[in-house]
């Protein structure tokens, strides 16, 4: 599909966000997609992981059930993702330039380029977040950044209240 399906697309199929959305209840083939696109968006360098090395998703799951994420970048995300995969199906069986070039196109549109800066966004997060958040796994790319770590780490999370 080209562009201007994208653009209509993301216009007439918006979902409605539960606000008790859990992400076991999103379909595996939007965190596939939001995959896809992410490992082209921060690929694998000589010294830095590629978004699923880090966790980007794995993140993004552990994340999204918390009362304090944002619900519109929710809605965003995962509406994204479907019109993305409607669109562009020839994008997960492209090769990398292929998958650049669609992304590329995607990126023309204002959805879409809202689209992909949140995914961005995201994985930024999710790669210099601490590992107890479920990106960074194995603290990659702290590793990679060559980044020391603040302490105390967090022993639990979003502040909740530790047993002494």
């Known amino acids: 599909m080209k562009r201007r399906t994208f653009l209509k697309l993301s216009t007439i199929s918006p979902i409605l966000i539960d606000t008790y959305l ?23 360098t000589g010294k830095m992981p590629s978004a699923k090395e880090f966790g980007s998703v794995a993140y993004l799951k552990q994340n999204i059930d918390h009362k304090t994420f944002d619900k519109d970048d929710l809605e965003l995300i995962l509406n994204g993702a479907k019109v993305f995969k409607e ?3 020839e994008f997960f069986k492209a090769l990398k330039k292929e998958k650049l070039k669609i992304i590329k196109q995607a990126n023309e549109s204002e959805y879409g380029n809202t689209w992909l800066n949140i995914l961005v966004y995201y994985a930024i997060e999710a790669m210099l977040s601490d590992p107890i958040y479920g990106g960074n796994k194995f603290q990659s790319a702290w590793m ?15 502040g909740a209240k530790i047993d002494l």
Do not use: C
């Not at 990679?144 to 979003?158: E, F, I, M, S, V």
């Open 22 to 44: 859990l992400a076991k209840d999103v379909d595996d083939e939007v965190w596939k997609t939001i995959q896809e696109v992410q490992n082209i968006l921060m690929p694998k």
């Open 144 to 158: 990679a950044l060559k980044h020391k770590a603040g302490n105390p780490r967090p022993k639990k999370k979003y």
């Open 87 to 89: 669109s562009f199906p």
